[in-house]
């Protein structure tokens, strides 16, 4: 019988042990799974920046903050469905129609530095006390009332300036100093809040000359009665939006937009046009100045019908 042996002076080539053939084994099949869950992974996440909204959506300015809510939300859900860079969220805070919690809630804006842009507010009693502390924190600002004539920094006017809403009522004859908060010694435009424009009209009817956008709050008409008829009131206002924009907000809000939610909805628009090439506050601060308001419309309230063009009743 032959048996094998060895060559002279070789010893027979070790074999690996089990163990390190199993190991081989599952770290083929980990390097496998890893480069599996990669390719289902999206590139990169991304960007993400933030708008501020400052309004009142407690107590009796409620709808008017929720007016202007539902037409910020739908043209950003209409951004964000359409996949478009970046991808905004909002931050909405309730300043309760109060100047003073609508100073600390600018602050405190300021605070989150992925907050590139703020809205708001939307009241002129509130507005002038926000504004200086929207300005000290630097925080790009689009106003949505009227803003003082000297007011600049990153405040851009998108309601218009005092001078504006000045010539438009000198259109007509009208004419008197805008008005914030009281107390009221001579005619002025009434631009604060829903509850002393109706004492005025009670009270001292020969000092309010108009109003504005307050004139459209439903607590102004509650509590002025028959004293809000035949009421001149101004407001910046896109002349016209297509039926499927009016169509989209009635079904997110439930009643058609105001002329206050299509203003809102027009600065949201054209913000975040700008946003691809100015991500961040400073960029921001730059290009939001290039924005193009909407025109300083006149309206007069008769009764029910409180958005009739001024210059119709006079054709």
């Not at 910020?72 to 805070?93: I, Y």
């Not at 600065?267 to 700008?274: E, G, H, N, V």
Request: net charge neutral.
């Amino acid at each position: 019988m032959k048996t094998s042996r060895s060559h002279p002076g070789l010893s027979p080539a070790p074999q690996p042990p089990r163990r390190w053939a199993g190991y081989v084994w599952m770290m083929g099949i980990m390097v496998l799974a890893a480069l599996t869950i990669s390719a289902c992974l999206p590139a990169s996440t991304p960007p993400v920046v933030k708008i501020g909204l400052i309004a009142p959506f407690e107590g009796p300015s409620r709808p008017l903050g929720y007016s202007i809510l539902y037409a910020v939300k739908l043209r950003l859900s209409e951004w964000n469905s359409a996949d478009k860079r970046p991808r905004v969220e909002l931050v909405a805070l309730n300043d309760d129609s109060n100047p003073a919690l609508a100073a600390r809630l600018a602050a405190q804006l300021a605070v989150d530095p992925d907050i590139v842009l703020v809205l708001g507010p939307p009241q002129g009693h509130t507005a002038q006390v926000a504004w200086p502390a929207l300005a000290s924190a630097q925080l790009p600002t689009l106003s949505l009332v009227p803003q003082p004539d000297a007011l600049a920094g990153p405040l851009v006017p998108f309601a218009g300036r005092e001078n504006d809403v000045r010539q438009a009522l000198q259109a007509f004859g009208l004419t008197a100093t805008l008005a914030y908060t009281g107390p009221v010694s001579s005619p002025v435009v009434w631009m604060g809040d829903p509850y002393t424009l109706a004492t005025l009209l009670q009270e001292q009817p020969q000092n309010v000359v108009a109003a504005g956008s307050v004139a459209l709050e439903d607590a102004f008409v509650g509590w002025a009665g028959k004293a809000a008829d035949d009421l001149p009131w101004v407001i910046a206002v896109p002349t016209s939006w297509p039926p499927p924009w009016a169509d989209a907000y009635q079904q997110l809000a439930g009643v058609p937009p105001s002329p206050m939610a299509a203003l809102a909805y027009s600065a949201t628009d054209q913000a975040l046009r700008l946003l691809s090439t100015a991500p961040n506050r400073h960029a921001m601060a730059q290009v939001l100045p290039r924005l193009k308001a909407p025109p300083i419309q006149v309206f007069r309230r008769l009764g029910e019908r409180c958005c009739i063009l001024y210059e119709a009743l006079h054709d």
